[in-house]
């Protein structure tokens, strides 16, 4: 059951509902559809510190405050409630939101609990309460929302809350992010069972799979930076994560470890998914490498790493990838140091290098986004290189299969009656001429 956090709200809201017009909810999972719709005071409503739309930017203030259960311990309070003001009020599209809401007001009703909790309607309602606290706007005083039953269990509410993310009229665009966390919530809960998972979020599994892998990869990320990163940093980077976790799916543990480590440091860096195309490949991590060589900066950067202080990230590093990293070549564990390094490190923090010189991680990581576009470059160049050493032998190869094709139709082609065999006899004079002029190369 989805017990009353504060009864005096509850008989609040329970005396609004009192006579309120039903409205249908299609998207609620009892036969009952049909719900109270009232107006709220804006202010009076509660934020859902559970809205899986802002779990990565709960994730991120919860390691920057410290305080581990701000959004559990007291969701209804001021300091968790504040914070998820924010956490929606710097989303992105809010002002648009808001200046959508000046102009047509609220078009749709939210979805509150019985205790007047949001479950639906979050950005729209924190839009219409800055119009109305900060701007006095009078249609923003009220928010209209349809109320749940009193009885509504946590699996009701956020299976509701997955059928409206999927229902047109109602969605608000989760990011990659905080949908891959909800679809590892309902896998986790879900006995590990995919097709329930799919079901749920109504998607194909093979959907569903891909969203949790990309969520896999980025969680070693996060977790290699010692909580210097976060999940929600890393909301543009879907595309880079969406293609490393197809490629090492199936690849050797030294591949994967050399393509991740390479993919972490690009995408650290600000490299362009496209360009990072070209370092899928298990020696991607000797490219690199041998561009860092060619960087004194880099070189450098190697030098701080590989001393001693550095080399206390080395457990860190091993707890996250775990055997992978044991089976690297050194160039690769060299990249994945550099990795841990510069993931724990905040982009105004300066690093003193041998010498007694120093640098920002900034322009580190400057130097690591060239290096790494290099690296592409070169890759690009030698793949274009090794496909044209096998060209001659695939066409080759096609061209022995055609003829051996045309021995297999001959017969039934001259049995036709418009048969040009002089067209035929010119065609294998021209094979034959290709052929001698091939051997004299």
Request: aromatic share 6%; glycine share 4%.
């Amino acid at each position: 059951m989805n017990p009353v956090i504060d009864q005096e709200r509850a008989d609040f809201l329970a005396t609004r509902v009192a006579g309120a017009k039903l409205q249908l909810l299609p998207q609620w999972m009892r036969p009952e559809k049909e719900l109270p719709v009232v107006n709220l005071p804006v202010e009076w409503v509660c934020f859902s510190t559970l809205n899986h739309r802002t779990r990565a930017e709960q994730m991120r203030v919860i390691m920057t405050s410290g305080v581990g259960d701000l959004f559990n311990g007291d969701p209804m309070g001021q300091a968790a409630q504040a914070a998820q003001l924010k956490i929606l009020s710097e989303q992105e599209g809010f002002e648009e939101l808001k200046q959508d809401l000046r102009e047509r007001g609220q078009q749709e009703p939210a979805v509150v609990t019985a205790e007047g909790v949001l479950i639906n309607g979050n950005r729209r309602s924190a839009g219409l309460r800055n119009l109305w606290l900060g701007e006095g706007l009078p249609s923003a005083r009220y928010v209209r929302a349809y109320v749940l039953p009193s009885d509504a269990t946590t699996d009701e509410l956020i299976d509701l809350e997955t059928e409206l993310q999927v229902a047109k009229d109602y969605r608000e665009d989760y990011s990659w992010v905080n949908e891959a966390l909800l679809i590892e919530e309902i896998f986790e809960s879900s006995n590990k069972d995919w097709d329930r998972v799919a079901s749920r979020m109504r998607l194909k599994p093979s959907e569903v799979r891909v969203q949790y892998e990309k969520l896999q990869q980025l969680h070693q990320l996060v977790a290699m930076s010692n909580s210097t990163r976060y999940h929600a940093d890393f909301v543009a980077n879907e595309s880079a994560f969406e293609e490393l976790s197809k490629h090492v799916k199936d690849k050797s543990p030294a591949e994967a470890a050399s393509v991740r480590s390479v993919y972490f440091l690009g995408t650290l860096a600000g490299v362009n998914y496209r360009d990072l195309r070209h370092l899928r490949r298990k020696d991607a991590s000797s490219f690199v490498r041998a561009e860092f060589a060619s960087d004194p900066t880099l070189t450098s950067l190697l030098t701080v790493v590989n001393s001693t202080e550095a080399n206390a990230t080395d457990d860190l590093i091993e707890d996250v990838l775990g055997d992978d990293r044991g089976t690297a070549d050194n160039e690769n564990a060299d990249l994945t140091s550099v990795l841990s390094f510069l993931a724990q490190r905040k982009p105004d923090e300066i690093v003193p290098l041998p010498g007694g010189g120093e640098v920002p991680i900034d322009n580190l990581l400057a130097s690591v986004k060239n290096a790494v576009n290099a690296a592409a470059n070169e890759a690009n160049e030698d793949s274009k290189d090794a496909q044209a050493v096998v060209v001659p032998i695939v066409r080759l190869t096609s061209a022995r299969d055609e003829l051996i094709r045309v021995g297999t139709s001959l017969a039934k082609a001259r049995s036709h009656y418009d048969w040009d065999e002089e067209i035929f006899k010119t065609r294998l004079y021209e094979v034959k001429a290709a052929l001698a002029h091939i051997e004299t190369l």
